[in-house]
């Protein structure tokens, strides 16, 4: 597996990260088995949040990795706060509470990454800063991130924040691709010229912020993934032409083509069934080139002027 480098970060992590939303639906069995697989592709990035399961999922991985002082070194767990029912909270005491929560769900004493999951319309950066600093001099937290948020979000973070921002989750795949269609279509009277983050992949690339892609394989907003999906006969055919050329499947392609962007990115999987993560770690090892990264953008229905 290859790695890259988090954000300005010491830390290299695969380029591959293992999203544990729904390892609820895995008996303890399967669970184990799951996570040990992942850890012989060398997938031991994990990314869980305090609401996935509501924080059971968090649980049953700790059960499931036999966690241990001598395993926890051998893995690299983030987790995401600041979701609740009907709201968003940044507030000190809410990351504060929730961090101890992840911790003890998890069986650690320390989170590698930290991310703040939505953006809290309330949110005071001042509380933030406060509650960062008291989680890093503790130990509790070693590096600091955010989901799902533009540019001066992140600017207005930074500006009391004093740890880096290593990552920033975003939703984007083949067919959520907005984020690079309208970098593409600039000042063109197309509905991919909408830029409707602030130019967030520029602004990670300027800053060092490793983009890792959620729902790589979904479009709309969770409506389905798109891979043999006859809603989108020509990407689908495009991709499986590209993926009988490597000797791969198009759950492969559908991830080499994040990779293949030069922003370095990190998807996040979703997948419980072990052979498809396989597929996806497979990605790791294929680089696309120019022409077939662009053939699967037009076939997925993105335009160019």
Request: proline share 4%.
């Amino acid at each position: 597996m290859k790695t890259i480098q988090l954000g300005t970060s010491t830390l290299e992590v695969p380029v591959i990260a293992v999203g544990c939303m729904r390892i609820k639906s895995l008996d303890k069995k399967e669970a184990e088995r799951f996570v040990q697989a992942s850890l012989d592709e060398g997938a031991n990035f994990f990314d869980h949040a305090d609401i996935y399961g509501a924080g059971t999922c968090e649980e049953i991985f700790a059960d499931a990795i036999q966690m241990n002082a001598s395993i926890r070194e051998k893995i690299i767990l983030q987790s995401k706060c600041g979701i609740r029912k009907g709201m968003f909270d940044f507030s000190k005491e809410h990351i504060l509470t929730s961090v101890d929560g992840i911790l003890k769900r998890l069986n650690t004493e320390y989170l590698d990454i930290l991310l703040l999951h939505r953006p809290d319309a309330l949110v005071e950066p001042e509380e933030v800063a406060e509650a960062f600093d008291l989680l890093e001099s503790s130990g509790k937290v070693r590096h600091f991130g955010v989901s799902n948020q533009n540019p001066m979000q992140i600017q207005l973070l930074k500006k009391y924040v004093k740890q880096p921002i290593v990552a920033n989750q975003l939703q984007l795949s083949i067919t959520n691709a907005n984020m690079i269609s309208n970098g593409i279509n600039v000042n063109m009277e197309n509905e991919s010229a909408v830029g409707r983050d602030g130019s967030i992949l520029d602004y990670c690339r300027l800053n060092d912020i490793t983009v890792q892609p959620w729902s790589p394989f979904q479009f709309g907003f969770f409506e389905g993934v798109f891979l043999g999906n006859e809603k989108f006969p020509e990407l689908n055919e495009n991709i499986d032409e590209i993926a009988a050329k490597y000797e791969v499947n198009n759950t492969t392609i559908a991830i080499a083509w994040l990779l293949r962007h030069p922003a370095r990115m990190q998807p996040v999987t979703g997948t419980m069934n072990i052979e498809r993560l396989k597929d996806c770690c497979k990605a790791s090892d294929v680089q696309l080139t120019r022409e077939e990264w662009y053939a699967i953008y037009r076939a997925a229905g993105n335009v160019l002027p």
